[in-house]
């Protein structure tokens, strides 16, 4: 049975950073069995910039909310986008990314270059790379849980991969090439390898994981029109057999069959607008949130390749897409 007709329809939310008076804030749309999105629920809030699904619906991350201060804030939401809970500050400028794991709140603020549990607990990064504007200092990009439970971070600012355990100490690091920018990251299905998307070169870097460390094998460039690319986001299939990277300017997803540490270029299709910030893949579809053209747009996949496009959504700058 196709995972086409595993889902038949499901909720899907769309992160708009604009202000909220601008139609910035959170869509709820239903992705149906044919790939149109339905706009079903909508919430205002001023440029909110990730978010993740959690026990309590949403956590959500918002780049500026207070007055007298240029701290992040984050707060939660239902799955039907009410009874929001107060915003809490992420201790840091730019909150990017973050993770709820245990009923604990995990935020990388890029600017600060740090990484604060809970709105309480922060561990600042150290050091700096070879980019001359990029990485004179750290830029933390993401954090996820591992499968064993540590943390892994990405450091765009000093091309490096760090494991850290619950309570933010500092367990492992490892590096990717000088200047390569690493951004975001995915795990194999088995959870033996990890797959990072580079955004300053862009490429795909490939490691071991075991016990809380890293091993560098690989790293593979991805060939590109315009010098300046912008990796951006990566994400594995549900059967673990394809791997996704988009890049930004350069307008483009590419497709990898995966096995193991080794990657093979399958794809690198048009995204069907500009500046794909962010995608997921939602059973037989790709949603692809292009930030700069100002709409998610939904592709039908065909033996793990990007297809037509099947339909269009448009709100203000898209920068997140979260299946539910």
Not at 183 to 205: A, C, M, Q, W
Not at 258 to 287: H, M, W, Y
Request: proline share 4%; charged share 25%; with cysteine.
């Amino acid at each position: 049975m196709s995972s086409l007709r595993l889902f038949k329809s499901m909720r899907v939310y769309i992160f708009c950073y604009e202000a909220f008076e601008n139609g910035g804030g959170i869509y709820s749309c239903e992705l149906t069995e044919s790939g149109l999105l339905k706009r079903r629920d909508y919430f205002p809030c001023d440029r909110p910039m990730y978010g993740v699904k959690c026990d309590e619906g949403l956590c959500v991350t918002l780049r500026m909310p207070f007055n007298g201060s240029d701290n992040g804030g984050y707060f939660f939401i239902g799955q039907d986008l009410k009874n929001p809970t107060e915003i809490k500050s992420t201790q840091g400028l730019v909150p990017c990314h973050l993770t709820v794991e245990n009923g604990d709140t995990y935020i990388v603020n890029y600017l600060s270059g740090n990484i604060v549990k809970n709105g309480e607990i922060t561990a600042q990064r150290q050091g700096k790379s070879v980019h001359p504007t990029r990485q004179a200092e750290p830029h933390t990009h993401f954090v996820r849980q591992t499968p064993d439970g540590y943390l892994a971070v990405c450091d765009l600012g000093t091309d490096t991969l760090a494991i850290y355990d619950k309570n933010l100490l500092l367990f492992s690091e490892v590096k990717v090439p000088s200047g390569y920018g690493i951004r975001h990251l995915t795990f194999s299905k088995d959870g033996k390898y990890i797959y990072s998307v580079n955004e300053l070169v862009p490429s795909v870097s490939v490691f071991a994981y075991e016990n809380g460390k890293a091993r560098i094998i690989d790293t593979v460039k991805i060939e590109c029109k315009k010098e300046k690319a912008d990796g951006a986001a990566i994400r594995l299939s549900g059967d673990g057999k394809f791997l996704y990277v988009s890049l930004r300017v350069e307008n483009a997803i590419c497709v990898f069959s995966v096995e193991g540490e080794n990657l093979t270029l399958l794809q690198k299709a048009d995204c069907g607008g500009d500046s794909p910030r962010d995608f997921d893949i939602v059973g037989n579809f790709a949603l692809v949130t292009n930030e700069n053209s100002d709409e998610t747009v939904v592709f039908k996949l065909n033996n793990g390749l990007l297809g037509e496009v099947v339909d269009r959504f448009s709100c203000a700058h898209p920068l997140c897409v979260v299946k539910y």
